[in-house]
């Protein structure tokens, strides 16, 4: 492998999102050397998978823990040293000022790159009015994704429409990552904003988050290659 196809291969972050560990382990190893990053979400996380996160570094792979932290700071600056300890690679916490400082401060100056969630994709601005929120979805999202940078946070998850204005708003040092990626011709499933993986490279993403266009895939190992390649063409 030339070194420029195992950056685009690292650019690939494929989303765990099944019911056990022995479903991920069967399906990590049909896609073996395709993938070399792996998000482990909730649902997996509560169902074991968090061990699994220890084996996925053992082998080589990166990691990726979505596990969205929000409470009190004292207890997510607790959480994120526990979970700096397993050697992963990405974690996710809400962007609430308290909860970044915090996991910052956890997170210490290891390999563990904190990711703020600004607003969930899932949120419109009737949601943020009715939970009591002033701004509406654009403009608590720029909000927050300047305070991420401002308290040292690495990155970002944002939906692919938001990847230019927010790239050209915090600079290049911070990592963006984008799920509702979708290769031409795949089902959107319920992805409502989706870009193909080239648009979301060439908008500025450096991580993709793609589930189940490849874990679903009839041969997911190919599905992963293709998007590995389209990922190294728009590069
Ligand atoms: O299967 P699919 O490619 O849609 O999976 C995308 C992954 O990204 C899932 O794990 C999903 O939970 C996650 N995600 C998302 N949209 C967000 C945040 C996370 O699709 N706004």
Known sequence: MTSSEAKARDRLIVALDVESVEAAR????????SVSFYKIGLELAYAGGLGLAGELKQVG??????????????????????ISRLGVDFLTIHG??????????????GGLRLLAVTVMTSYDDADLREAGY??????????????????????????PLELAPIRALVGSKM??????VRPAGAEANDQKRVMTPGQAIQAGADHLVIGRPITRAADPRA????????IAGAA
């Open 26 to 33: 069967a399906l990590i190893s049909k896609l073996g050397d």
């Open 223 to 230: 599905a992963a290659e293709r998007i590995v390649a389209e």
């Open 175 to 180: 990592l963006l990552v984008t799920p509702g």
């Open 134 to 159: 002033a701004l509406g979805v654009a403009e608590l999202a720029a909000l927050r994704a300047r305070q991420a940078r401002e308290l040292g946070v690495d990155g970002l998850i944002l939906s």
């Open 61 to 82: 792979k990166r990691v990726f823990l979505d596990l969205k932290l929000h409470d009190i700071g004292a207890t997510v600056e607790r959480a994120t040293l526990q």
């Open 96 to 109: 609430f000022t308290q909860t970044m400082r915090a996991a910052r401060a956890g997170a210490g100056d």
